[in-house]
């Protein structure tokens, strides 16, 4: 059973260009999680989303970042116009979020963004 | 709103000694509590969780935590640090509604880094 897969691992880019990061979460899971670790910082909740649904963007910028969790294949989380600002590892995790249980959020390896 | 404080940014022991790594936490109901570890440019790995039952958590490596309401705290020890521990360990808090079901986020401590000398 695969775990959550992201790519790409490591993604270069310079300002003002597009970045998109893809994440397929665990075989059987239908929640997807994504959160930013920036340098010498713990990790912070962006969005949750459910296929077609976000169910909870409070920590998503409110310009130039998107998520989406489409019905076939992986989440995507896409910023716009990058800035170095933006330079960070970004983390996917996944859940089966069963409402009867306690959920373990399963991660990533993560995406290394560097912005030129 | 939830909360999660790791007491020390960085801990030093020898090989062999116990490991202990402080968190506290604030949260509105009854919590769920889990403790991550991250190697370096790895992602993150679960050592253990705590779920509102046994309030001694065991996990993964020897690890194990122990939830006190009372103190509103979550600390990780290991009776023997190895070589291997050394990493970046996360405190990490989910809240929960009344039913005890999980919101779904998940709110990181600022990390510890341990080291661990021969």
């Known amino acids: 059973n695969a775990g959550v897969m992201q790519n790409p691992r490591h993604l270069v880019r310079r300002r003002g260009q597009e970045a998109r990061l893809r994440c397929s979460p665990m075989k059987g899971h239908s929640h997807v999680y994504w959160y930013r670790q920036l340098p010498e910082e713990g990790l912070k909740f962006m969005v949750y989303l459910q296929k077609e649904n976000i169910i909870d963007e409070s920590g998503m910028p409110k310009e130039r970042f998107s998520a989406e969790f489409p019905k076939e294949g992986p989440s995507i989380l896409r910023i716009q116009q990058v800035v170095r600002g933006d330079s960070a590892a970004y983390f996917c995790?996944?859940?089966?979020?069963?409402?009867?249980?306690?959920?373990?959020?399963?991660f990533g390896p993560g995406t290394r963004l560097l912005v030129l | 709103a939830q909360s999660v404080t790791q007491l020390d940014s960085h801990v030093s022991v020898s090989e062999g000694t116990p490991v202990l790594l402080r968190c506290n936490y604030s949260?509105?109901?009854?919590?769920?509590l889990f403790w991550y570890v991250q190697h370096p440019n790895k992602g993150l790995q679960l050592l253990l969780k705590?779920?509102?039952?046994?309030?001694l958590v065991k996990g993964i490596n020897g690890f194990e935590a122990e939830f006190k309401k009372s103190e509103t705290s979550f600390h990780l020890t290991k009776p023997s640090a190895h070589m291997s521990d050394a990493a970046e360990y996360f405190c990490v808090v989910s809240e929960n509604n009344r039913g005890g079901t999980s919101y779904g986020k998940l709110t990181f401590g600022q990390g510890t880094i341990l080291t661990v000398h021969p």
């Open positions: 705590y779920t509102s039952a046994a309030t």
């Open positions: 995790a996944s859940s089966p979020r069963n409402p009867l249980i306690q959920e373990t959020q399963y």
């Open positions: 949260s509105s109901y009854s919590p769920s």
